[in-house]
């Protein structure tokens, strides 16, 4: 543990002091492991941390990012299979143990600074990118988000994949006496054909399950190559998703679905102001009702986690209906009752402020050169809170076991549908006052994340309910009332563009003042205590991302940004500050098109003249849209394109207008993620983004009255059903690049597309989401 | 106030010791351990909870238990079973689900839908499947319900 708080307290302070660690990449270390890495289990060797082999040939790859949909417990262990030359149908996945530092996602951590891509390849980029890396190695902490799984996974799967089909090879020769070069694998076996002048004959096999032991204990070969692209067959195919077949049929477990022996279930009921705490409860009319156990109270502030009370009965109906009937009292003097449209009001007022004030961005004359300009152009954007409603409440089961029980000293259990295992790890060691080593986390299917279950404040009340009425497991559930009540919402922000053409008409300055509250210090200061300290020190990149990063070639740029605190709690919500600086981007890019009087697919182009890979991501989805070409009436298209979490994706919407409202018949949309891993599963997820973007663009929409949440259920915050959803069309830009990501990136461009073809039926600039045109 | 029901599920006959009033929602879920059939919003307004009530779709969290005894109620564990319907064979191969969550329900409104029109239009995919699914798999399960149905064409041939 001392180890580890100095390594922490080292790299806190290696960013805090923001020096520049020339060679830290040294440091990185070995993330492979080796024969003695992974936990003993009978049947099965561990050829290295990611590989355990079966003497059935069934092997099992480590996965330390989880499945949330999202399709990474097929895409990675692809890369793992297809080096070793190994058949889908023979490939399982198991969650990474806890407690080792190689299992660490080191990408999401160099994705802090504010680099312009254009300059990611610079030195000092570079510099800041690997202490990011670094950072993420020291820390080791098992996180999936920021799009990152596959680019964090991919190098170090294919040596994991190459290491271990090189002991298999070696120890398949040992056994035939032959050199390991006469070897060669094919379908989860070793084969050596043996030559004899100039014939060959029959082939001697050894199945991957019968060489294990062997393998398990010899050396690692020299100089393990992982495959070229030409060698590889299983990467880049859509190989169907292992995770399918029991999504099928009801046999998945997510968070909400574990069932223990006496378990009882514990509706929860929590402050509906952030902040606010529980004055006092009277349960008496609870208690009365049938199949309840009691009426607990829990503490507030660990993880972000409202105060509350829970009813615990027999089952989650009659639980819900008891905590409904607990007469409570809430606390909340002190805190000052805000609604949305106050808050809006405040974070407007920031646009003339010249203090506080922090430059994320600054190019050529930068502010200046908008005086120069011969004709200027700005807007005031604004986009609101969202509620992330994943299909799955937040719910989390917890069991406390009596001391001694356990032989390897376990004292807390805990079920959780989780993004961050590390991040639930250390809530729960703080909530029960245990060490890590006392807790086991069963790490479930997830009904849906997007960023949500980023955080930890589910935990909370199980691991307190449980301790109450312990050694019985409870189950905390939260209605969807509760859920929507006590979310980490997306921020609102506001934001003022303003751009300038020269004489000529050309492009020649851009300006942009935002305005929001940062998430990553409450979102660290929440999940990992530590690391908040350190980013409160730090401007958050997420404020302003999106507005500043895009590859637009203007020579003058000035991007800042004033940080406007808000007690709303707000959180990471897929694309992150993409997900509203896109529209602001986007919608303004094609202002200024329109007032040049130019196509804007044509403006977008004449301002991507250096930057050929966003001028064929733009192109295809314009070609394959049949961008000029003619439509039905009543139907227009909108163009965008956007760069986020390195990956570069273009829509093109088709959208008409129904009752008042639009109506997106289809998106086309193109994408370069660099090497694709499975087209299916990148298809799949721009699809969903499309989906997902185009309910928020639509409808989303949180409020504030009082300090309260004004929507209660999916009613109040509407969603696209079957019935209004577009034709997706997906196209992949071939790549050798390193892969990048595809979890987020098709979101942010969706909102500015479709505004952009209401613009062009309409005649009418929508410069607030959601898009109402009445 | 507890009351044995008998219910007919999945083609067997079963009692549950409950409330009366209690959802056939959590029944399934608390009661019988058949935690397929999902809960998302409680109000019928997600279908996450849709279970097939004599081959009709039903959403389960408002329908009272009492209700539907001695009805023949379907869930996802009996779609296919043993075997994989064909619905289920379709929503593999077009690769439907994502994080998976709403599709039992999506699945079984799919189910009372053919069980009604066996070659169903777009427009009556639109009106029957309005299930909520945040992944946003929507598509796929248009496409998964064609396929699906014209299976069920061939194997009735």
Same mark, same amino acid.
């Given at each position: 543990m001392k180890r580890r708080t100095l390594l922490v307290g080292g790299a806190v302070a290696a960013v805090a002091g923001g020096g520049l660690l020339v060679g830290f990449g040294r440091l990185l270390g070995d993330r492979v492991g080796d024969a003695g890495t992974l936990p003993v289990q009978a049947g099965t060797v561990g050829l290295n941390g990611w590989v355990r082999l079966g003497q059935d040939g069934v092997v099992t790859v480590t996965m330390a990012k989880t499945e949330m949909g999202q399709g990474i417990s097929t895409a990675l262990p692809m890369i793992v299979a297809d080096e070793m030359d190994l058949p889908i149908s023979l490939v399982r996945v198991a969650p990474a143990g806890l407690d080792q530092l190689r299992y660490g996602n080191r990408i999401v951590f160099a994705g802090t600074w504010w680099f312009h891509p254009d300059n990611a390849q610079s030195w000092l980029a570079r510099r800041f990118t690997e202490m990011g890396e670094a950072n993420g190695a020291l820390l080791g902490v098992q996180i999936t988000g920021g799009s990152s799984s596959v680019s964090d996974s991919f190098e170090m799967l294919r040596l994991a994949g190459a290491s271990a089909r090189a002991l298999l090879v070696a120890a398949a020769a040992a056994r035939w006496n032959v050199p390991p070069q006469e070897c060669t694998t094919v379908a989860g076996g070793v084969v050596h054909r043996q030559v004899h002048d100039g014939l060959r004959s029959a082939a001697a096999r050894l199945d991957y399950g019968a060489l294990a032991e062997e393998a398990a204990r010899l050396p690692?070969?020299?100089?393990?190559?992982?495959?070229?692209?030409?060698?590889?067959?299983?990467?880049?195919?859509?190989a169907p998703r292992l995770d399918v077949p029991e999504k099928i049929d009801g046999r998945a477990v997510y968070g909400i679905d574990v069932r223990l022996p006496g378990m009882l279930f514990a509706a929860v009921r929590g402050c509906p102001v952030?902040?606010?705490?529980?004055?006092?409860?009277? /349960?008496?009319?609870?208690?009365?009702?049938?199949?309840v156990r009691d009426v607990l109270s829990y503490d507030g502030g660990e993880a972000g986690c409202a105060a509350g009370v829970a009813a615990l009965a027999a089952d989650s109906w009659q639980a819900q209906l008891a905590v409904a009937a607990v007469q409570v009292q809430w606390d909340t003097s002190g805190l000052t009752p805000f609604s949305d449209a106050a808050l809006v009001e405040q974070m407007r007022g920031a646009f003339e402020r010249e203090k506080g004030v922090f430059v994320f961005h600054e190019r050529g004359d930068g502010a200046r050169a908008m005086d120069r300009a011969a004709r200027t152009l700005h807007a005031d954007y604004f986009a609101p809170w969202l509620a992330h409603a994943t299909m799955e409440p937040m719910n989390c089961t917890a069991q406390w076991l009596p001391a001694g029980q356990d032989p390897a000293g376990v004292r807390l259990r805990i079920w959780a549908p989780t993004q961050a295992p590390s991040f639930a790890i250390e809530t729960a060691a703080r909530v029960s006052g245990l060490r890590r080593e006392q807790i086991e986390l069963h790490l479930t299917q997830i009904g849906g994340g997007f960023g949500r279950r980023l955080e930890t404040d589910y935990i909370v009340p199980a691991v307190a309910l449980a301790r109450a009425v312990q050694p019985t497991p409870v189950q905390a559930l939260w209605s969807r009332e509760e859920d929507m009540a006590h979310d980490f919402y997306r921020p609102a922000a506001v934001c003022r563009v303003q751009a300038g053409f020269d004489e000529q008409g050309k492009l020649l300055a851009w300006r942009t003042r935002s305005v929001s509250d940062a998430i990553t210090p409450q979102f660290l200061a929440r999940n990992f205590p530590l690391m908040g300290k350190a980013a409160g020190m730090l401007p958050d990149r997420t404020q302003a991302e999106g507005l500043w990063d895009q590859p637009y070639e203007i020579p003058h740029r000035y991007c800042d940004h004033v940080s406007a605190p808000s007690p709303v709690p707000i959180g990471n919500w897929r694309s992150v500050g993409h997900s509203h600086m896109a529209f602001f981007t986007e919608s303004f890019i094609d202002e200024l098109a329109l007032a040049a009087s130019v196509d804007p697919l044509a403006f977008r182009r004449g301002l991507l003249a250096a930057h050929p890979r966003h001028l064929a991501v733009l192109d295809l989805a314009a070609?394959?849209?049949?961008?000029?070409?003619?439509?039905?009436?009543? !139907?227009?298209?909108?163009?965008?394109?956007?760069?986020?979490?390195?990956?570069?994706?273009?829509?093109?919407?088709?959208?008409?207008?129904?009752?008042?409202?639009? !109506?997106?018949?289809?998106?086309?949309?193109?994408v370069d993620c660099g090497l694709v891993i499975n087209p299916g599963i990148v298809a799949q997820q721009v699809e969903g983004s499309v989906i997902f973007a185009l309910s928020a663009a639509l409808y989303g929409n949180i409020t504030f009255r009082d300090g309260k949440v004004e929507q209660g259920n999916f009613p109040a915050y509407e969603m696209v059903r079957m019935r209004e959803a577009p034709r997706v069309e997906t196209w992949i830009v071939p790549s050798?690049?390193?892969?990048?990501?595809?979890?987020?990136?098709?979101?942010?461009?969706? /909102?500015?597309?479709?505004?952009?073809?209401?613009c062009m039926l309409t005649g009418k600039r929508l410069r607030s989401l959601p898009l109402r045109l009445a | 106030m507890s009351a044995t029901i008998r219910l007919l599920l999945n083609g067997a006959p079963v009692d549950v010791d409950v409330d009366p009033a209690t959802p056939l929602l959590w029944v399934?879920?608390?009661?019988?351990?058949?935690?397929?059939?999902?809960?998302?919003?409680?109000?019928?307004?997600?279908?996450?909870?849709?279970?097939?009530?004599?081959g009709k779709a039903q959403r389960s969290c408002v329908m009272p238990v009492q209700a539907v005894a001695g009805r023949k109620i379907t869930t996802i564990e009996g779609l296919g079973a043993p075997a994989l319907h064909a619905l289920q064979r379709a929503w593999i191969e077009h690769q439907v689900p994502q994080c998976g969550y709403c599709q039992s329900g999506m699945l079984m409104a799919a189910y009372g839908l053919l069980n009604d029109a066996h070659e169903p239009t777009d427009a009556q995919i639109d009106a029957a499947i309005d299930n909520i699914c945040r992944c946003g798999t929507v598509q796929r399960v248009r496409v998964a319900i064609h396929t699906a149905a014209r299976m069920l064409k061939e194997e009735a041939a």
């Amino acid at each position: 543990m001392k180890r580890r708080t100095l390594l922490v307290g080292g790299a806190v302070a290696a960013v805090a002091g923001g020096g520049l660690l020339v060679g830290f990449g040294r440091l990185l270390g070995d993330r492979v492991g080796d024969a003695g890495t992974l936990p003993v289990q009978a049947g099965t060797v561990g050829l290295n941390g990611w590989v355990r082999l079966g003497q059935d040939g069934v092997v099992t790859v480590t996965m330390a990012k989880t499945e949330m949909g999202q399709g990474i417990s097929t895409a990675l262990p692809m890369i793992v299979a297809d080096e070793m030359d190994l058949p889908i149908s023979l490939v399982r996945v198991a969650p990474a143990g806890l407690d080792q530092l190689r299992y660490g996602n080191r990408i999401v951590f160099a994705g802090t600074w504010w680099f312009h891509p254009d300059n990611a390849q610079s030195w000092l980029a570079r510099r800041f990118t690997e202490m990011g890396e670094a950072n993420g190695a020291l820390l080791g902490v098992q996180i999936t988000g920021g799009s990152s799984s596959v680019s964090d996974s991919f190098e170090m799967l294919r040596l994991a994949g190459a290491s271990a089909r090189a002991l298999l090879v070696a120890a398949a020769a040992a056994r035939w006496n032959v050199p390991p070069q006469e070897c060669t694998t094919v379908a989860g076996g070793v084969v050596h054909r043996q030559v004899h002048d100039g014939l060959r004959s029959a082939a001697a096999r050894l199945d991957y399950g019968a060489l294990a032991e062997e393998a398990a204990r010899l050396p690692l070969p020299a100089d393990v190559q992982p495959k070229t692209a030409r060698q590889r067959s299983l990467v880049g195919t859509a190989a169907p998703r292992l995770d399918v077949p029991e999504k099928i049929d009801g046999r998945a477990v997510y968070g909400i679905d574990v069932r223990l022996p006496g378990m009882l279930f514990a509706a929860v009921r929590g402050c509906p102001v952030p902040g606010g705490r529980l004055a006092g409860f009277n /349960a008496a009319p609870a208690k009365a009702m049938p199949g309840v156990r009691d009426v607990l109270s829990y503490d507030g502030g660990e993880a972000g986690c409202a105060a509350g009370v829970a009813a615990l009965a027999a089952d989650s109906w009659q639980a819900q209906l008891a905590v409904a009937a607990v007469q409570v009292q809430w606390d909340t003097s002190g805190l000052t009752p805000f609604s949305d449209a106050a808050l809006v009001e405040q974070m407007r007022g920031a646009f003339e402020r010249e203090k506080g004030v922090f430059v994320f961005h600054e190019r050529g004359d930068g502010a200046r050169a908008m005086d120069r300009a011969a004709r200027t152009l700005h807007a005031d954007y604004f986009a609101p809170w969202l509620a992330h409603a994943t299909m799955e409440p937040m719910n989390c089961t917890a069991q406390w076991l009596p001391a001694g029980q356990d032989p390897a000293g376990v004292r807390l259990r805990i079920w959780a549908p989780t993004q961050a295992p590390s991040f639930a790890i250390e809530t729960a060691a703080r909530v029960s006052g245990l060490r890590r080593e006392q807790i086991e986390l069963h790490l479930t299917q997830i009904g849906g994340g997007f960023g949500r279950r980023l955080e930890t404040d589910y935990i909370v009340p199980a691991v307190a309910l449980a301790r109450a009425v312990q050694p019985t497991p409870v189950q905390a559930l939260w209605s969807r009332e509760e859920d929507m009540a006590h979310d980490f919402y997306r921020p609102a922000a506001v934001c003022r563009v303003q751009a300038g053409f020269d004489e000529q008409g050309k492009l020649l300055a851009w300006r942009t003042r935002s305005v929001s509250d940062a998430i990553t210090p409450q979102f660290l200061a929440r999940n990992f205590p530590l690391m908040g300290k350190a980013a409160g020190m730090l401007p958050d990149r997420t404020q302003a991302e999106g507005l500043w990063d895009q590859p637009y070639e203007i020579p003058h740029r000035y991007c800042d940004h004033v940080s406007a605190p808000s007690p709303v709690p707000i959180g990471n919500w897929r694309s992150v500050g993409h997900s509203h600086m896109a529209f602001f981007t986007e919608s303004f890019i094609d202002e200024l098109a329109l007032a040049a009087s130019v196509d804007p697919l044509a403006f977008r182009r004449g301002l991507l003249a250096a930057h050929p890979r966003h001028l064929a991501v733009l192109d295809l989805a314009a070609s394959k849209a049949g961008w000029g070409e003619a439509l039905p009436g009543g !139907r227009a298209r909108g163009i965008a394109l956007h760069e986020s979490f390195g990956t570069i994706v273009a829509q093109v919407a088709e959208v008409s207008i129904e009752e008042g409202r639009p !109506r997106v018949h289809r998106v086309v949309c193109a994408v370069d993620c660099g090497l694709v891993i499975n087209p299916g599963i990148v298809a799949q997820q721009v699809e969903g983004s499309v989906i997902f973007a185009l309910s928020a663009a639509l409808y989303g929409n949180i409020t504030f009255r009082d300090g309260k949440v004004e929507q209660g259920n999916f009613p109040a915050y509407e969603m696209v059903r079957m019935r209004e959803a577009p034709r997706v069309e997906t196209w992949i830009v071939p790549s050798e690049a390193p892969p990048s990501g595809i979890g987020e990136p098709a979101t942010p461009p969706l /909102a500015p597309a479709v505004a952009n073809a209401v613009c062009m039926l309409t005649g009418k600039r929508l410069r607030s989401l959601p898009l109402r045109l009445a | 106030m507890s009351a044995t029901i008998r219910l007919l599920l999945n083609g067997a006959p079963v009692d549950v010791d409950v409330d009366p009033a209690t959802p056939l929602l959590w029944v399934l879920r608390d009661h019988l351990n058949l935690t397929g059939t999902k809960y998302g919003c409680g109000v019928a307004a997600c279908g996450a909870c849709t279970v097939a009530i004599d081959g009709k779709a039903q959403r389960s969290c408002v329908m009272p238990v009492q209700a539907v005894a001695g009805r023949k109620i379907t869930t996802i564990e009996g779609l296919g079973a043993p075997a994989l319907h064909a619905l289920q064979r379709a929503w593999i191969e077009h690769q439907v689900p994502q994080c998976g969550y709403c599709q039992s329900g999506m699945l079984m409104a799919a189910y009372g839908l053919l069980n009604d029109a066996h070659e169903p239009t777009d427009a009556q995919i639109d009106a029957a499947i309005d299930n909520i699914c945040r992944c946003g798999t929507v598509q796929r399960v248009r496409v998964a319900i064609h396929t699906a149905a014209r299976m069920l064409k061939e194997e009735a041939a």
